[in-house]
């Protein structure tokens, strides 16, 4: 099933004819849509008022092309163009209806981790990678391309890796667990929830319950560690961490949803957190680096905060009705994209303007 919109404007969306192969298997639309007959299989659908991307945005991704991606958390993929909004669920081939990470490799396809494996799009077709491919599982955390363009994906069984020149699949990849005391994970400890290359080419994996693995791939046995754990022992805020940044200074921030969130300059690590007052929940799905050098990040129930030499808030008061954001994105323009729990959002620095599949779509 795909929903098609062409945007003339800002306010000037209409949903153009769609197909339904099935119309057993879709009966409902998303939002206060009519349905309007055509014949056979086809129906039209136009919108009374305006209708949200999806009621769960969880990630955000502009391609090199322009295009921005939304993956929602029930419908799949969609795209803009800055003309025409396109859904994309499995129908179309895509692995998943639940869309967990979005990349663009070094050849210019995109990469998209799902609850049913992990998809790669050309352009015009979508290549899929399952359990039966090399996954260690179909559901699929985190995706990631290292600078040797390597595919990373880490599922809830384990990490995986997959080398489009050496090899046609996935591969499992093993690396060590940190000895936790009474681990408490929300899904398991083989989970690896996320995925970041610094600066120096070291890659960094989160954890579900056994906190941080940082793996030096050039390491060759001259007193190089290989592997190096981080867990709450060495200062980490949690050991289950689902965000990982560097920034312009080269320090690594961990957020997790039950202990904030960590800075680590290399040495050790300064927590941000409900116990030392300085955010409103430790729940904190994300964070980003806009061009400025301000970290933002969110926070369960207080929208998202801004940190640079001291923090700021923005939440409802600012017009984001969101409780859980999980995506933050900043355009040419310098607008916020932040996208979670009730759909996305526009920021100018002072309100934020809900988007709907009618737009405001911004400068993008």
């Known amino acids: 099933l795909s929903f098609i919109f062409s945007c003339k404007g800002p306010n000037n969306a209409e949903l153009t004819q769609t197909t339904i192969s099935d119309s057993n298997t879709y009966c409902t639309p998303i939002g206060p849509l009519q349905f309007v007959y055509l014949h056979g299989n086809n129906y039209e659908y136009r919108s009374n008022k305006p209708v949200q991307i999806a009621e769960y945005v ?180 949690d050991n289950s961490i689902v965000s990982i940044l560097e920034d312009k200074d080269g320090h690594l921030w961990f957020s997790s949803l039950v202990g904030g969130l960590s800075q680590y300059d290399g040495k050790s690590f300064t927590n941000f957190s409900v116990a030392n007052s300085n955010i409103g929940d430790n729940e904190v799905w994300t964070m980003y680096q806009d061009k400025s050098g301000n970290i933002w990040f969110s926070s369960e129930g207080y929208g998202i905060y801004r940190y640079e030499d001291s923090l700021l808030n923005f939440s409802k008061n600012e017009g984001l009705p969101i409780p859980a954001v999980q995506s933050i994105f900043e355009d040419e323009q310098g607008i916020l994209w932040v996208g979670g729990g009730n759909g996305l959002y526009l920021f100018n620095g002072q309100r934020f303007t809900q988007v709907t599949r009618n737009g405001p779509w911004g400068g993008c």
Not at 91 to 110: C, F, K, P, S
Not at 136 to 149: A, K, L, Q
Not at 150 to 173: M, R, Y
């Open 58 to 237: 969880r990630r955000i991704f502009k391609d090199s092309k322009g295009n921005m991606w939304f993956g929602t958390n029930a419908y799949g993929v969609c795209r803009y163009d800055g003309d025409t909004l396109v859904y994309f669920s499995t129908h179309e081939g895509l692995t998943g209806h639940q869309v967990t990470g979005i990349i663009e490799d070094q050849r210019g396809n995109i990469w998209f981790s799902t609850n049913g494996g992990v998809s790669m799009y050309d352009g015009n077709i979508f290549t899929n990678y399952t359990a039966m491919d090399g996954l260690s599982s179909n559901s699929v955390w985190s995706i990631f391309e290292d600078s040797r363009g390597i595919i990373w994906a880490g599922t809830v069984s384990g990490l995986c890796k997959f080398d489009p020149n050496n090899e046609a699949k996935f591969v499992g990849f093993s690396i060590p667990k940190a000895d936790v005391l009474d681990p408490t994970p929300r899904f398991s400890t083989s989970l690896v929830s996320s995925i970041m290359e610094d600066k120096n080419g070291k890659l960094w994996f989160g954890t579900d319950g056994v906190g941080v693995c940082k793996y030096n791939p050039s390491a060759n046995g001259n007193g190089e560690k290989r592997f190096t754990n981080f867990t709450t022992k060495d200062g980490l805020c």
